[in-house]
């Protein structure tokens, strides 16, 4: 699981958990904190990120190639973490992979703005080791979002690609568990999702309960 989010108290809190694999970036989300992908690099190395996807920002495929030898030339100078790119699905955005693939066959790439099935499955067939379809938003313009992950898992493994369905965008912690039944291999959320699925309303009932007992219970326990 990965976490979508530029924020350094989120990334602390979230990195203690043990649970998250690395922690995903794209324009939108580091603008809310104001934060450049340069200063984004540089952060995740001094905080110990173990992975990072930046995107890869332009046009045309060969803007966006020039992006990325700014941001290989950037890691050079980080430690301990290691990066990978987010690149839109699009024939721009296809373009600039097979670019990759043929520099640096293992580089991560992970093709992002997916609404559709078609979309993953020339991703997969470019090179992408990692897929993000827009749960809520496909569901905002009415496209069922799990049908499509579906189809898409299915093409994965009927063809036995090495690429993982990252879902992306959700509004309710509901759609992150629909997501994965459907095929989804992972997820990347925000640090509230995540607050959402571990802190279910009747489960703190109960431990409030425990606690409150707790307190009553007779003195002289051997603890």
């Given at each position: 699981m990965f976490l979508d989010t530029a924020n350094y108290e989120e990334i602390e809190a979230a990195l203690a958990l043990g649970i998250f694999d690395g922690v995903t970036t794209n324009p939108t989300i580091l603008l809310k904190e104001y934060r450049s992908r340069f200063d984004?690099?540089?952060l995740a190395s001094q905080m110990g990120i173990p992975f990072l996807f930046v995107q890869v920002v332009g046009n045309?495929?060969?803007d966006m190639w020039e992006d990325y030898l700014l941001?290989?030339?950037q890691s050079d100078h980080m430690h301990g973490t290691s990066i990978?790119?987010?690149?839109?699905?699009?024939?721009?955005g296809i373009r600039f992979i097979k670019k990759v693939k043929q520099s640096d066959p293992q580089?991560?790439?992970l093709g992002t703005a997916i609404y559709t099935a078609e979309q993953a499955i020339i991703g997969s067939l470019a090179g992408c080791h990692y897929l993000s379809p827009y749960v809520n938003r496909m569901a905002s313009n009415s496209l069922n979002p799990y049908v499509e992950i579906k189809r898409m898992r299915q093409f994965i493994d009927n063809q036995g690609l090495d690429v993982q369905i990252l879902a992306a965008s959700f509004h309710e912690s509901q759609e992150?568990?629909?997501a994965l039944e459907a095929g989804a291999h992972s997820a990347?959320?925000?640090y509230q999702m995540y607050q959402d699925l571990i802190n279910n309303k009747l489960a703190l009932l109960d431990i409030h309960t425990f606690n409150d007992h707790a307190r009553q219970l007779p003195t002289g326990e051997n603890v």
């Open positions: 984004m690099m540089t045309r495929m060969e941001l290989l030339e990978g790119v987010k690149v839109p699905l699009h024939h721009e580089f991560p790439v992150v568990v629909q990347t959320i925000s």
